[in-house]
């Protein structure tokens, strides 16, 4: 429920800043590889979470069902940092020559919008450590712990919406000090920016590892890849050139 009302907040919002601009001009392919992403990853990925991995768990271990009991913070704090640490690794393998084809099509968007959220090659979030961790550590933790463990998920999946939306403070602000802002992850997606901001939640990574943009103004054009392969290769087959 906290995840569908903040998307719709953000969508309103998105509404009240330029009215329907960004949506009118979203050019069809683009209609049809945000929806498909959204389909994906609001509804098959959660599913697989508890049909692949809890599921296979259960028959590889099943004496490890909610061994790990831990306080409810913990749990939180598991989902929220540990798992954002991770995936800032991930994310910057991602943009590696080898794997970039299956993460370039997130790039093409050409405006930060919440509806490119997920935008995706449909099999990307296989490649996504957010599948395997969250299905493992739900299957591993219990009681209150694995209850703090889908609070930090649910307050990540929010974020994630968030950041890609254009809904937030000026580059430079406060916040960015802890968070990756939407002005943060804009750099990240901007035209002919370095490589950086790969955070999720924390921008604490980034700042550790030397790969944090600090800017005072928002990018002037979004998107680094031209997107000019076929729409079924970009949802199902993105290797080779792009256009």
Same mark, same amino acid.
């Given at each position: 429920?906290?995840?569908?009302?903040?998307?719709?907040?953000?969508?309103?919002?998105?509404?009240?800043?330029?009215?329907?601009?960004?949506?009118?001009?979203?050019?069809?392919?683009?209609?049809?590889?945000?929806?498909?992403?959204?389909?994906?990853?609001?509804?098959?990925?959660?599913?697989?979470?508890?049909?692949?991995?809890?599921?296979?768990?259960?028959?590889?271990?099943?004496?490890?069902?909610?061994?790990?009991?831990?306080?409810?913070?913990?749990?939180?704090?598991?989902?929220?940092?540990?798992?954002?640490?991770?995936?800032?690794?991930?994310?910057?393998?991602?943009?590696?020559?080898? %794997?970039?084809?299956?993460? #370039?099509? =997130?790039? *093409?968007?050409? !405006?930060? $919008?919440? @509806?490119?959220? &997920?935008?995706?090659?449909?099999?990307?979030?296989?490649?996504?450590?957010?599948?395997?961790?969250?299905?493992?550590?739900?299957?591993?933790?219990?009681?209150?712990?694995?209850?703090?463990?889908?609070?930090?998920?649910?307050?990540?999946?929010?974020?994630?919406?968030?950041?890609?939306?254009?809904?937030?403070?000026?580059?430079?602000?406060?916040?960015?000090?802890?968070?990756?802002?939407?002005?943060?992850?804009?750099?990240?997606?901007?035209?002919?920016?370095?490589?950086?901001?790969?955070?999720?939640? %924390?921008?604490?990574?980034? #700042?550790? =590892?030397? *790969?944090?943009? !600090?800017? $005072?103004? @928002?990018?002037? &054009?979004?998107?680094?890849?031209?997107?000019?392969?076929?729409?079924?290769?970009?949802?199902?087959?993105?290797?080779?050139?792009?256009?």
């Amino acid at each position: 429920m906290i995840v569908f009302v903040a998307f719709w907040l953000l969508v309103l919002a998105t509404l009240a800043l330029d009215g329907w601009q960004t949506y009118r001009a979203k050019p069809v392919r683009a209609w049809l590889l945000d929806l498909a992403g959204l389909a994906v990853q609001g509804a098959l990925i959660p599913f697989l979470q508890i049909a692949l991995v809890v599921a296979g768990l259960r028959w590889l271990a099943p004496g490890a069902e909610g061994v790990l009991q831990v306080t409810s913070w913990f749990g939180f704090a598991l989902a929220f940092v540990g798992v954002d640490y991770l995936y800032y690794w991930n994310h910057r393998l991602l943009h590696r020559s080898a %794997l970039w084809p299956i993460h #370039r099509v =997130h790039h *093409t968007v050409a !405006v930060m $919008d919440v @509806l490119g959220t &997920a935008r995706n090659t449909l099999w990307a979030s296989f490649a996504i450590v957010y599948l395997w961790a969250h299905g493992a550590l739900l299957f591993l933790l219990g009681g209150d712990g694995a209850a703090g463990y889908l609070a930090g998920v649910t307050l990540t999946v929010a974020f994630d919406m968030w950041r890609h939306s254009a809904v937030g403070p000026r580059p430079g602000s406060l916040l960015s000090l802890v968070l990756i802002t939407p002005a943060d992850h804009a750099w990240h997606h901007a035209a002919g920016a370095e490589a950086g901001n790969y955070g999720a939640n %924390l921008s604490w990574w980034d #700042r550790l =590892h030397g *790969t944090y943009l !600090v800017r $005072d103004a @928002l990018p002037s &054009a979004i998107g680094k890849a031209a997107g000019r392969q076929p729409l079924w290769r970009q949802l199902l087959w993105p290797f080779g050139e792009p256009g």
